[in-house]
């Protein structure tokens, strides 16, 4: 970076990197917008893909601390199938027989039996990686083959649906916030946004820190919330189709008012990945488990000679990495609304690939959270747009695995350039 | 005789059928300096890493204060105010010079969270008194040059009240300038009544040091003598040929 851009960059802190992988994003976007006559940078196609985007985006910030302490997760496609398997059954064959059907216990029971059994299953593959010794590529292959065969054991190769009208929710169109609660979303975000800039902005002053000069802050504030209020702009611009309305309204026996419309507002599939972003992001930042992770992905004996126990620490981050694997098995088959044992097919490979295009080292120490879902925005936005414009599938195939390379070859010479290793 | 600081009694560790430390014994008075020499694979790190807990000890002894103690771990260690600076500096290179400062032992907020401004606030305090030419703070310790990865090193073990210090090639990797600070800093920890064991494989600087020298070969203990007592050739000989020349004589 050089001249007026690269300083105003400097002062005002922002990643380059970050920067890097927005500018992709918009080019991809412009790309398909004009390959497609002005449909990909619409805000029902957008919607779309935020709802596309999610399930992959939540197993990424997971893939980030399994990359970042140097291993590999290549199980969490069929965990993923196996725990949306069981939750498939367990909402649709157990528990309407014992609370009764249609009752709202059914998703958070199956939800909730879901994530613990994900966390059980990732644990027990830490254990094997951390206790046993046994390489991390070698016990999530041994995963892959288990797990996906597994899901068919359960299912013998049949779909299980439909899934409970709750449960379906947490996955896609139907279950949206609406405009007004998007809004109200949008503002609190805008306020804690600013609150923690000036909190930031205190505390360094209190101790004496460089900080960054006043007009710079001012900036990145408006650019934050621009930023929130614009994709909650965008969510609240796609209107429910006429056709869905007037069937709700017949639904309750009303006639639908003349010249009705009604906007979809955020997904709640994409506040849950916002909400496991902004956690997993304290959590990589601010937790001593956050720093542990990054500390033994740097230097494995440095972090065994300080007291920190890294074998504990693989067993846990395996865990978290079940656990939202299982988060993204409800929002995954939430949105097909049924449960199929191919569900999660690859997926393995969808999610390394958004975490290392996020920037995501696999030498191991290096990686970030948000990196990684925009990542995966990239990749689902290549694969949409490429679907859109009518490339064949084993093409768009070529093609994603063509830009992941390119993007980890541009990534070494960033680093190389900046020193960043 | 007043009790040792601290006192390694009859320690035996074996990896497969190799004896690396064989029944040595060693101690520390308080203020006093320390020095184990000997080859490469005579077994001092391997002495030390025991008593920092890296490796557990097959047989023997450890007492601090006169009351035996457990180290089972880097944890136990320092609890026992034992710090080590090892000779690879064990610092994650990705990770800033506060974070490595308190690798293990964060300052964490009310809530729990890792407290990165108090962190760095006190990791500015402590270098200002050991390298006040340190100001690269925000910066992966990997863009550090050697002596400044020193200095974290250092600060780290300094930082937490050590009582015991011991440094493995604290001097190995660094210039004129920064050796002499390492052995001012020695002399300074010294002088406030640590305990210091330190590996080097430069005879003069451990003559320099030093109030006594254990010098080991092939994991046993050739003997510990008083540097005033010795000359430079009799540690040299005692290195290379195992033997006490005075001993001997």
Known sequence: ???????????LQIDTRLLGMIGAFIV??????????????????????????????VMATGMVFVIVTRNIDLSIGSLLGIVGMLMGVIQVQILPDIVGFGSPSIWIITVTIGILLGAAIGAFQGWLIGYLVIPSF??????????????????????????????????GASGTIGVTASWALAIVGSILTVLFLINTRRKHVSHNFAVKPLWAEYALGAILVSAICGITAVMNAYLVPTRILERRFAAEGLEMPEGYTEAYGFPISVLIVLFVTIAMTIVAKKTRFGRYIFAMGGNPDAAELSGINTRMLTVKVFALMGALTAIAAVIASARLGSAGSSLGELDELRVIAAAVIGGTALAGGVGTIYGA??????????????????????????????????AVWIDIIYRRKTGDA | MSTPLLEMRNISIHFGGIKAVDDVSIDVM????????????????TLIKILSGAYKKDAGEIYVDGKKVEINSPIDARQHNIETIYQTLALSDNLDAASNLFLGREITTKFGLVDDTAMEA??????ARLNPNFQRFSEPVRSLSGGQRQSVAIARAVYFNARILIMDEPTAALGVHETAMVADLIKELKAQGLGIFLISHDTREMMDLCD??????????????????????????????????????
């Not at chain 1, 970076?1 to 002062?11: D, F, W």
């Not at chain 1, 990542?375 to 009518?390: N, T």
Request: charged letters at 15%.
């Open chain 1, 1 to 11: 970076m050089s001249g007026g851009l690269g300083n105003l960059i400097k002062t």
């Open chain 1, 28 to 57: 991809i976007s412009l790309v398909f917008h004009v390959a497609t006559g002005g449909t990909f940078l619409t805000p029902r196609n957008l919607f779309t893909l935020t709802l596309q985007t999610a399930s992959v985006a």
């Open chain 1, 138 to 171: 070698i016990v999530t292959l041994g995963g892959l083959l288990i797990w996906r065969g597994g899901a068919w054991w359960v299912s013998k190769g049949t779909t299980i649906s439909p899934l409970d009208p709750n449960f379906v929710m947490l996955g």
């Open chain 1, 373 to 406: 879902i925009l990542g995966a925005l990239i990749m689902q936005a290549l694969v949409s747009g490429m679907g859109m414009v009518g490339v064949d599938s084993p093409l768009q195939n070529m093609i994603v695995g063509g830009v992941l390379i390119i």
């Open chain 2, 30 to 45: 308080p203020g006093e300096v320390v020095g184990l020499l000997g080859h490469n694979g005579a077994g001092k790190s």
């Open chain 2, 122 to 127: 006190e990791s500015r305090k402590i270098m």
């Open chain 2, 212 to 249: 006594r020298v254990s010098v080991m070969k092939n994991g046993q203990l050739i003997g510990t003598e008083r540097v005033e007592d010795v000359t430079e050739d009799d540690i040299l000989s005692m290195i290379i040929m195992g033997k006490n020349p005075k001993k001997a004589a």
